[in-house]
Nanobody
Framework: LQLVESGGGLVQPGGSLRLSCAAS????????IGWFRQTPGKGREGVSC????????YYANSVKGRFTVSGDIAMNTVTLQMASLEPEDTGLYYC???????????????????WGQGTQVTVSS
């Protein structure tokens, strides 16, 4: 599965961004899509994931209530809507795909086999 992220940018604290992860190459229905962010200080952090197979969704505590993940199987796209952004949300955001995964809990990055190139999110005044 090939993945392409888009939607990153510079936003002020309290602002919003919508990231998209567009997939191609295979049927999307049985995949789980994870969102991760990479920062110099924290390394790679799992942000959210959605299983398009069983409908489960996971959010890290740091983004719960502020981020919303959704999937559109017909469009082969997963969206991460980010609101009330904080400087701590700054990072390079990746989407990743894996099969047969449920998002009832955090799924480690090693379980995802396909990764996008990343999109930069910078939250700064």
């Amino acid at each position: 599965l090939q993945l392409v992220e888009s939607g990153g940018g510079l936003v002020q604290p309290g602002g919003s961004l919508r990231l998209s992860c567009a997939a191609s190459g295979e049927a999307f229905d049985y995949y789980t899509i994870g969102w991760f962010r990479q920062t110099p200080g924290k390394g790679r952090e799992g942000v959210s994931c959605i299983s398009l197979a069983d409908g489960t969704i996971y959010y890290a505590n740091s983004v719960k209530g502020r981020f919303t993940v959704s999937g559109d199987i017909a469009m082969n796209t997963v969206t991460l809507q980010m609101a009330s952004l904080e400087p701590e949300d700054t990072g390079l955001y990746y989407c990743a795909a894996g099969k047969g995964l449920t998002c009832s809990r955090l799924v480690p990055s090693s379980y995802f086999g396909d990764w996008g190139q990343g999109t930069q999110v910078t939250v700064s005044s």
